[in-house]
């Protein structure tokens, strides 16, 4: 029988660390690590497919599997990150942009903030907005992406691209190491 070298999974443990840095670094404002996490994400994550393909491709059915994964990565945007390691590799960082997501709520909700205050003729103060501001990092410059789409920022999106592929590598490894098990032992 044919070993598995499981060298899929523990790339994708070093790529969930790499996430989690990512994360840390954006939240302790440390924007010039943060790019270097970022960058570090694509390019690792990038590298799944590859390793999963050389781990997989004599498994019978497994081209034909993987060549419908490929079509349901680009129906979820997942080929954005292919997109974005080109340019890494061959032309230097991405530009990526920070913009403050601001959200007006109610006074007393945890983290609120005072925002603006109305000011009468007389000097009293008159209306207070209270809010929420959160500072949110975008793939490429200002004016490259959709401010009204603002919950899929490139943390979001990160995540998002993570879990596609643990799954993706979790169902090919249950259902090609069986499938050769199965094969070797007939």
Request: aromatic share 12%; glycine share 4%.
């Amino acid at each position: 029988m044919e070993i598995v070298n499981e060298s899929t999974r523990k790339r994708l443990e070093q790529v969930k660390f790499i996430l989690a840095e990512m994360e840390i670094t954006f939240k302790e404002d440390n924007l010039t690590k943060f790019d270097i996490d970022l960058n570090n994400f694509i390019t690792n994550a990038r590298t799944i497919t590859f390793l999963l393909q050389n781990e997989f491709s004599k498994c019978e059915g497994f081209t034909d599997w993987y060549n419908n994964k490929k079509e349901e990565m680009k129906c979820n945007g997942f080929d954005n990150f292919k997109d974005m390691r080109n340019i890494i590799e061959k032309q230097g960082n991405l530009r990526n942009t920070a913009v403050f997501h601001i959200t007006v709520t109610d006074k007393d909700e945890p983290g609120a903030q005072l925002l603006t205050t109305e000011i009468s003729k007389n000097g009293k103060q008159k209306n207070k907005t209270y809010g929420k501001f959160k500072l949110k990092p975008f793939f490429g410059e200002l004016g490259s992406f959709d401010l009204n789409k603002l919950d899929e920022d490139a943390i979001q999106q990160s995540k998002n691209y993570f879990n596609y592929l643990s799954n993706l590598v979790d169902e090919s490894y249950t259902k090609f190491t069986r499938d050769k098990t199965k094969k070797e032992t007939s």
